[in-house]
């Protein structure tokens, strides 16, 4: 690996390091005309010079990060010298605490840190269940009709309702859920927005009109008392904060709702439907997982969850994860001026043939068998690591897991079509729908 070609163009810092190996400018040209995704200009650079180098698509170069050692360098042990500037979501999200820095960020991230984890997850276990049974029971209809729906839609309307009930205590209902289709939507449309935060509102004006609408009749409901059938939800936290904390205006409020929103429900769904198309061309990985102790155990719980995680190797939540250099530093033996913006990317550490074997099999036993995946916490980190790492893990996970206990013992999908590729924008989503009908299973 040529680890010394083209560095000098990139800003040095003397005796700090070794100058980053940059790309050449004929390699990211020839990406430019090619009109391909992101990814792929990245997967070449990191195949050119490895877990650390540099390419340009402006005046200044941008660093690629995906060794594990230099990505729990920059996530995990330097938080401080490497920085988020501005979420991409922004637009969608405010101030929630996906996008806060600062005071602010620490701030927030305490208020609901703890009702993510320990105790905290034991407030929504009966929440989850409830919204995976209404699948079940709809996907029971279906089986006993033949209808065919699009499996997408499916995972979205399940971890909107997870979701929703964790919030506020309620069930989703139609209504709320045809007017909250407009959280999507922006999500969507993120990448095509102008750069200019006040054109990019004006772009979706009509949509956040909607999602505000749906938030503040949430919040005036929390803010009366008037708790769920599940008791009161995690809103209700949010709107008591605001006696001993000025800052939680409804404006905040709103601001965190969205965020809980986006990050709860947009993620999970998108992995469970990853998941279903991987079933589809290893089905042999459905069978093994049932197999693997009786319903209930902790044997079958066990080996669903290695089904979703290995999903989320393929197809981590966040696909990218950018940085800003604050402070010169030196980052696997390379020079880092302060400054500097970096991506670092757990899909491609994922991909990764040095650390995963066959990288593109699904293969859930990685995560079954003694030595079936690297031990770095830098190799394998789909929701982030260090003091940023994605706040509802453990959500997540037990939603997908729950869901999964109840659906695939008694079906399996068979997909009318299946996407031809994916989309990489704030997740990595299969581009086009997933129509599918359930099939007796094999027994």
């Not at 139609?174 to 750069?195: K, M, N, S, W």
């Not at 197809?315 to 991506?343: F, K, M, Q």
């Not at 099999?361 to 690591?385: C, K, M, Q, S, V």
Request: charged residues 20%; contains cysteine.
């Amino acid at each position: 690996m040529d680890t010394e070609a083209s560095h000098g163009s990139l800003p040095y810092v003397s005796g700090t390091g070794r100058p980053v190996p940059e790309v050449e400018p004929e390699l990211v040209e020839r990406w430019r005309a090619g009109g391909g995704e992101l990814v792929e200009l990245l997967s070449q650079v990191r195949e050119r010079f490895g877990g650390v180098a540099a390419f340009r698509l402006g005046p200044a170069p941008t660093v690629l990060v995906t060794d594990p050692q230099a990505v729990q360098h920059v996530l995990a042990r330097h938080p401080e010298r490497y920085v988020k500037r501005s979420h991409r979501a922004r637009v969608l999200i405010g101030d929630g605490v996906l996008s806060a820095t600062g005071a602010a960020w620490k701030r927030q991230r305490r208020l609901l840190q703890s009702q993510f984890t320990g105790t905290g997850m034991q407030r929504y276990e009966q929440r989850i269940t409830g919204a995976a049974r209404t699948t079940a029971e709809r996907w029971g209809e279906y089986a006993r009709t033949g209808q065919t729906f699009d499996v997408g839609r499916e995972m979205r309307h399940f971890a909107l309702d997870a979701i929703w009930r964790a919030l506020t205590g309620h069930p989703l209902d139609d209504g709320t859920e045809r007017e909250l289709a407009a959280v999507q939507a922006v999500a969507t449309a993120l990448p095509t927005l102008p750069a200019d935060v006040t054109d990019a509102q004006e772009a979706v004006a009509a949509d956040l009109a909607r999602i505000d609408a749906v938030a503040r009749h949430a919040i005036e409901a929390a803010r009366s008392g008037a708790a769920g059938p599940d008791g009161p939800g995690l809103l209700h936290v949010l709107v008591e904060a605001a006696a001993e904390h000025p800052e939680y205006t409804d404006r905040l409020i709103r601001d965190e709702l969205v965020t809980l929103l986006v990050a709860g429900h947009e993620t999970t769904a998108t992995t469970l439907t990853w998941l279903y198309l991987l079933l589809d061309t290893y089905p042999a990985a459905r069978e093994q997982a049932l197999a693997a102790g009786g319903e209930g155990s902790a044997q079958r719980r066990q080996a669903v969850q290695a089904l979703v995680h290995e999903t989320l190797r393929l197809y981590p939540s966040a696909w990218i994860l950018p940085r800003h250099a604050a402070e010169d530093d030196t980052l696997g033996g390379y020079a880092v001026e302060a400054g500097t913006d970096l991506l670092v990317c757990p899909y491609l550490t994922h991909r990764d043939p040095e650390l995963w074997a066959d990288p593109e099999h699904f293969d859930p036993g990685r995560f079954l068998t003694p030595n079936g995946r690297p031990t770095h916490p830098g190799a394998y980190f789909p929701f982030g690591i260090g003091p940023r790492a994605c706040l509802g893990v453990q959500f997540a996970l037990r939603e997908s897991t729950v869901l999964l206990e109840h659906l695939l013992p008694d079906h399996t999908l068979a997909f009318s079509s299946t996407p031809a590729k994916a989309v990489y924008g704030i997740t990595v989503r299969p581009d086009g729908p997933t129509p599918a009908a359930l099939v007796p299973p094999r027994r």
